[in-house]
């Protein structure tokens, strides 16, 4: 297995996870799902048994909100990874007030952790950057947070591919 670091990112619903499995299918070894997401209301609970539905039941999901470094350790070498997905991880963060100082360094040490192990990384984020400048002070700060967490990603990525509207583009090539 050739070991690599894949970045997608999108826009909402433009087919981003959707693109993580059916790469994840293709590489072999087994596939261990790291999900994000912590549901607190109906509809996101909704949301959650909709995309583990849509993933092979053979995966492994592995639940982590906050420290995916460490999730990431304790899976074995020559497998497959999915984070999906950073842009609620980024705002879990926030909920908690965790500082953007501190949400930084939480994705490098993620970057860094994901550069260690011995396996194919595919990490799923969305895009907040594109759209207008939201109108209240904490959406600000999570599309400013959210965006320096994805350059980060970025630069540390072997290959990044952009969703527009199921279309993956391949902005970032390996070398």
Known sequence: MNKKI???????????SNFAVSMAQKKPGNV?????????????????KKHKQDRPA???????YYDISSA???????????IDCLTL???NFMIKKLKEE???KEANNLMIT????????????????????????MAREFRDILGRVNQIVTKN???????????????KPSK
């Open 157 to 171: 990525s072997d290959e990044v591919y952009l969703m527009y509207t199921g279309i993956p583009i391949k902005i």
């Open 58 to 64: 053979q995966w492994k999901t592995i639940e982590e």
């Open 102 to 104: 501190d949400i930084l």
């Open 32 to 48: 261990f799902f790291i999900a994000t997401c912590e549901p607190l209301d109906k509809e996101m609970k909704e949301r959650v």
């Open 114 to 137: 994901a550069k260690k192990i011995n396996s194919y990384v595919i990490i799923v984020s969305t895009e907040v950057g594109g759209g207008i400048v939201p109108d209240n002070k």
């Open 89 to 91: 991880w980024v705002s």
């Open 6 to 16: 894949i970045f997608i990112i999108g826009g909402a619903r433009s087919g981003k």
């Open 72 to 82: 990431l350790l304790k899976i074995p070498s020559q497998n497959t990874v999915i």
